[in-house]
């Protein structure tokens, strides 16, 4: 195996996105140390789909693995300084700040997207295909008194047959995606502000998640205003601006914070509702997708 694939491997034993897990992953055996922290760079940038998760990675919490926190620390602290400065205010824990942005820019745009609403419609037409296919086969295996009997053996006359059991969870599931594709085709969870689209990643970054990060960490609540000339301005547009161009998404306009913040005002109260209601916290449960 070559010494970049070797640690490829490795990293990926933490899981998909590069996340931290418990435990100490070392050098491959045979691979030196050195060759194993200059080539860590070039393994997080490959990894990746895209860009942008690559970019995020540099605000990752602290892994227990030496070679990738030694190459993350200086870029994470220098990204977060650049933040900082733009806001004009002091941040108490700059490592907490980081990795609630890390998770912030690994949120899904809304509540029925955790459960891949998006896809429900395909995946409903693929259930309902294998459905059908077991039906056949279940009605086959009924067919033959002794097949039936090997197959559908049972521990106690109370218990489901196992073919019996399978057809009964596809149906649960057909039922449930049913659900979840009407609830998506609906938009019934889209805010009226945003006329029956769905907002984007990056809306959804500048409205909802960062705006909460704000909170947390500069001990304000997330507002906006204008200067003299008219443009959007103040710390939490600073803030969301400066930390869109260090995960890689540099021409969103302040104007464009501004009307994603205003449009998904609700959104974002109903966050801070499930964070307890504190202006200070941020419902990080939610914007984790790496589960």
Same mark, same amino acid.
């Given at each position: 195996?070559?010494r970049?694939?070797?640690?490829?491997?490795?990293?990926?034993?933490?899981g998909?996105?590069?996340q931290p897990?418990a435990?100490?992953v070392?050098?491959?055996?045979g %691979?030196?140390?050195?060759?194993?922290?200059?080539?860590v760079?070039?393994?997080?940038t490959?990894?990746?789909?895209?860009r942008?998760?690559?970019?995020?990675? =540099?605000?990752?919490?602290?892994?227990?693995?030496k070679?990738?926190?030694?190459w993350?620390?200086?870029r994470r602290?220098?990204?977060?300084a650049?933040?900082?400065?733009?806001v004009?205010?002091?941040c108490?824990?700059?490592?907490?700040?980081?990795?609630?942005?890390?998770?912030?820019?690994r949120a899904r745009?809304n *509540?029925?997207?955790?459960l891949?609403?998006?896809?429900?419609k395909?995946?409903?037409?693929?259930?309902?295909?294998i459905l059908?296919?077991?039906?056949?086969?279940v009605a086959?295996?009924?067919?033959n008194r002794?097949?039936?009997?090997v197959?559908?053996?049972?521990?106690?006359?109370?218990?489901?047959p196992p073919?019996?059991?399978?057809l009964?969870?596809?149906r649960?599931?057909?039922?449930? #995606?049913?659900?979840?594709?009407?609830?998506?085709?609906?938009?019934?969870? =889209?805010?009226k502000?945003?006329?029956?689209?769905r907002?984007? #990643?990056? #809306?959804? %970054?500048?409205? =909802?998640?960062l705006? %909460?990060?704000?909170?947390r960490?500069?001990?304000?609540?997330?507002g906006?205003?204008?200067?003299? #000339?008219g443009?959007?301005?103040?710390?939490?547009v600073?803030?969301?601006q400066?930390t %869109?161009?260090?995960?890689g998404?540099?021409?969103?306009?302040?104007e !464009?914070i501004v009307?994603a913040f205003?449009?998904l *005002?609700r959104?974002?109260?109903?966050?801070?509702?499930?964070?307890?209601g504190? !202006?200070?916290?941020?419902?990080?449960?939610?914007f984790?997708?790496?589960k």
């Amino acid at each position: 195996m070559g010494r970049l694939a070797e640690i490829r491997y490795a990293l990926l034993r933490r899981g998909a996105g590069l996340q931290p897990v418990a435990g100490h992953v070392t050098p491959p055996s045979g %691979l030196p140390r050195a060759d194993y922290s200059a080539a860590v760079e070039a393994v997080v940038t490959c990894m990746t789909k895209r860009r942008r998760d690559a970019r995020a990675s =540099v605000f990752m919490p602290p892994t227990g693995e030496k070679a990738l926190d030694t190459w993350l620390k200086p870029r994470r602290e220098a990204a977060i300084a650049k933040i900082v400065q733009a806001v004009g205010k002091p941040c108490s824990d700059e490592m907490s700040l980081a990795a609630d942005i890390y998770y912030a820019s690994r949120a899904r745009p809304n *509540s029925l997207d955790t459960l891949d609403g998006s896809t429900a419609k395909s995946r409903l037409k693929k259930i309902r295909s294998i459905l059908r296919a077991v039906e056949k086969q279940v009605a086959a295996i009924n067919a033959n008194r002794f097949i039936d009997a090997v197959i559908n053996k049972t521990d106690t006359p109370y218990q489901l047959p196992p073919a019996q059991q399978l057809l009964s969870r596809l149906r649960r599931l057909e039922r449930a #995606e049913v659900w979840l594709a009407g609830q998506w085709a609906s938009k019934s969870d =889209v805010p009226k502000a945003m006329k029956g689209r769905r907002p984007t #990643e990056r #809306e959804w %970054l500048a409205g =909802v998640s960062l705006p %909460l990060v704000y909170e947390r960490h500069f001990d304000a609540r997330a507002g906006r205003s204008r200067n003299a #000339e008219g443009e959007p301005s103040g710390p939490m547009v600073r803030f969301v601006q400066a930390t %869109l161009k260090e995960l890689g998404m540099p021409n969103y306009s302040a104007e !464009s914070i501004v009307r994603a913040f205003s449009r998904l *005002s609700r959104c974002r109260a109903d966050q801070r509702a499930i964070a307890g209601g504190g !202006s200070g916290q941020l419902a990080r449960a939610t914007f984790d997708t790496s589960k």
